[in-house]
């Protein structure tokens, strides 16, 4: 059975490097290479490949939205995401959204063939070290933070933990070796994308996501 693809990236070279890799294969051939989410579906209205290997690297909403968007207008279409973003935030997403397959954009020709092949045949298909890290989060399920939260950076979640255990701007500055006004300022970033306005929803916020011990925290930053 011959594997047609559909690549989807706004990268003219990362598509072209792509479609050499397919090229290498066996029975696998790239029916048409598009840009944006309009072209694929002028292209999918005529004719259904086995496969889209589709780019959401252009922003994590706009990438899920059109993979929830292909698999409900075309439930028989494998989608493959190929990304530079190792979040497993993103990978759950995607996957929740209609993907069967996650793979970065520093896959190998044994690894893509590998995850169209398995696509192919209705089956799913994840990056091996990626796979590792959503167990390593599985393990840690009160670690799992809310989708606004994830842009925080390590050392605003050390200071949320530190916030959640009642310490103040000048000992957490002291502990940390910043200023006051540093340590201020983090807090200040904190509350706008958390979104809550006091210390006391800082300190709700901690609690609420198992951030209150400090050991489960650094691992978490790992």
């Known amino acids: 059975m011959t594997i047609s693809v559909l690549l989807l990236d706004d990268e003219t070279l990362m598509r072209a490097g792509i479609r050499c890799l397919i090229e290498q294969m066996d029975d696998v051939v790239v029916v048409a290479e598009v840009a944006s989410q309009s072209e694929a579906i002028t292209l999918l209205d005529r004719t259904l490949p086995t496969v889209m290997a589709i780019d959401v690297n252009t922003g994590m909403q706009t990438g899920i939205s059109m993979i929830q968007y292909f698999k409900h207008a075309y439930p028989d279409l494998g989608i493959v995401v190929l990304t530079m973003d190792d979040s497993e935030e993103l990978m759950s997403e995607?996957?929740?959204?209609?993907?069967?397959?996650?793979?970065?954009?520093?896959?190998?020709?044994?690894?893509?063939?590998?995850?169209?092949?398995?696509?192919?045949?209705?089956?799913?298909?994840?990056?091996?070290?990626?796979?590792?890290?959503?167990?390593?989060?599985?393990?840690?399920?009160?670690?799992?933070?809310?989708?606004?939260?994830?842009?925080?950076?390590?050392?605003?979640?050390?200071?949320?933990?530190?916030i959640g255990n009642r310490?103040?701007?000048?000992?957490?500055?002291?502990?940390?070796?910043?200023s006051p006004k540093t340590v201020a300022a983090h807090r200040s970033k904190i509350m706008e994308i958390i979104g809550e306005k006091d210390t006391v929803g800082i300190v709700l916020f901690a609690r609420k996501y198992g951030l209150l011990n400090s050991d489960k925290t650094r691992k978490m930053l790992i």
Do not use: C, W
Request: proline fraction near 5%; aromatic fraction near 6%.
């Open 94 to 162: 995607a996957l929740q959204a209609g993907a069967s397959a996650y793979l970065l954009k520093t896959v190998t020709k044994a690894e893509l063939e590998t995850a169209l092949r398995a696509v192919a045949n209705k089956e799913t298909y994840l990056n091996p070290d990626m796979s590792m890290k959503m167990l390593k989060r599985f393990q840690f399920p009160t670690l799992r933070l809310p989708h606004q939260a994830q842009i925080l950076t390590p050392r605003q979640m050390q200071i949320i933990a530190m």
């Open 167 to 178: 310490k103040g701007n000048k000992q957490i500055a002291y502990e940390l070796g910043l």
